[in-house]
Antibody, heavy 117, light 108 residues
Framework: QVQLVESGGGLVKPGGSLRLSCVAS????????MSWIRQAPGKGLEWFSY???????YYTDSVKGRFTISRDNAKNSLYLQMDSLRAEDTAVYYC???????????WGQGTLVTVSS | EIVMTQSPATLSVSPGERATLSCRAS??????LAWYQQKPGQAPRLLIY???TRAPDIPARFSGSGSGTEFTLTISSLQSEDSAVYYC??????????FGGGTKVEIK
């Protein structure tokens, strides 16, 4: 079955960096677009980045210039390099895969990123 | 950017009763609308896509309707395990993909 497992979250100071990973299994990873979605504590869901199966990339303005999405199809892995972190980046970060159009049928368990001094 | 607005913010329903959740888009999203259920400490779970198609293994008491700018998620006979926050998401005009702010369903 499809599984997505994130790792790499933690506590980081403002201005610091962190790299998240998402390891996929149960499907042909190289065939699919992958996304990152985050959820600040007690708040709603925010989609902010995707990478296509051909490495087309998109970021929303909230992370553009600070976050970098990438993938390694040989390792069935998705990454998110987060630099210049701010307090407002504090959130649970999910990797997700669509199942129909851009409805997300598969989600990881999430990894918490806390930006605080 | 399409803004998704959900109402009400909180819905309190007795077990066995019907729950009706609304989602409005700031412009037409055709039928490119999904609904998710999220319980505390868990990732969201896809319930409905294409506005009205149930995802695999989703109970038949969950149904979606609507098109254009007005959408509804109905839980026909609320069960205790349905207590959760429900989000809608449009995927018609993107990027960006956008979610509504959520409706919390409580068991009365």
């Amino acid at each position: 079955q499809v599984q997505l497992v994130e790792s790499g979250g933690g506590l980081v100071k403002p201005g610091g960096s962190l790299r998240l990973s998402c390891v996929a299994s149960g499907f042909t990873f190289s065939d699919y677009y992958m996304s990152w979605i985050r959820q600040a504590p007690g708040k709603g869901l925010e989609w902010f980045s995707y990478i296509s199966n051909r490495n087309t990339i998109y970021y929303t303005d909230s992370v553009k210039g600070r976050f970098t999405i990438s993938r390694d199809n040989a390792k069935n892995s998705l990454y998110l390099q987060m630099d210049s972190l701010r307090a407002e980046d504090t959130a649970v970060y999910y990797c997700a895969r669509e199942v129909s159009g851009w409805a997300f049928g598969y989600w990881g368990q999430g990894t918490l990123v806390t930006v605080s001094s | 950017e399409i803004v998704m607005t959900q109402s009400p913010a909180t819905l309190s329903v007795s077990p066995g009763e019907r729950a009706t959740l609304s989602c409005r888009a700031s412009q037409s999203v055709s039928s490119n609308l999904a609904w998710y259920q999220q319980k505390p400490g868990q990732a969201p779970r896809l319930l409905i896509y294409g506005a009205s198609t149930r995802a695999p293994d989703i109970p038949a008491r969950f149904s979606g309707s609507g098109s254009g700018t007005e959408f509804t998620l109905t839980i026909s006979s609320l069960q205790s395990e349905d207590s959760a926050v429900y989000y809608c998401q449009q995927y018609n005009n993107w990027p960006p993909l956008t979610f509504g702010g959520g409706t919390k369903v409580e068991i009365k």
